[in-house]
Nanobody, 129 residues
Framework: QVQLLTSGGGLVQPGESLRLSCAAS????????MGWFRQAPGTDGEGTER?????????????YYADSVKGRFTISRGSAENTVHLQMNSLKPEDTAVYYC?????????????????WGQGTQVTVSS
């Protein structure tokens, strides 16, 4: 089992930055990939899926990004074991969503293609003027 604790989020104006952090505890063998998904307002109905944002390998040498955030968001491994950060720059109103930290037993590419095995609690990010 893996537990994911998320911090960060909040309200910012367009063009500003935010940083999300996530710390995993439990069986580190199940965190081959860690990353972030998001769910925008009005998209949380039955059958809807969370949108992939970014993922990273356990060593930090492989990263994957959604096209919508490439060049603006950066995912990285923290100095503490099993922590990841998502630096979000040049935020846009369409980035407004609940962001979820996630982990995958299979790795970051699987997160990009399929999804995650473990989920943290969501944190709200609102971009509005």
């Amino acid at each position: 089992q893996v537990q994911l604790l998320t911090s960060g989020g909040g309200l910012v104006q367009p063009g500003e930055s935010l940083r999300l952090s996530c710390a995993a505890s439990g069986d580190s063998a199940n965190t081959a990939g860690m990353g972030w998904f998001r769910q925008a307002p009005g998209t949380d109905g039955e059958g809807t899926e969370r949108e992939f944002v970014a993922s990273i390998s356990q060593s930090g040498d492989r990263t994957y990004y959604a096209d919508s955030v490439k060049g603006r968001f950066t995912i990285s491994r923290g100095s503490a074991e099993n922590t990841v950060h998502l630096q979000m720059n040049s935020l846009k109103p369409e980035d407004t969503a609940v962001y979820y930290c996630a982990a995958s037993k299979a790795g970051p590419r699987t997160m990009y293609a399929v999804g995650a095995d473990y989920w943290g609690q969501g944190t709200q990010v609102t971009v509005s003027s």
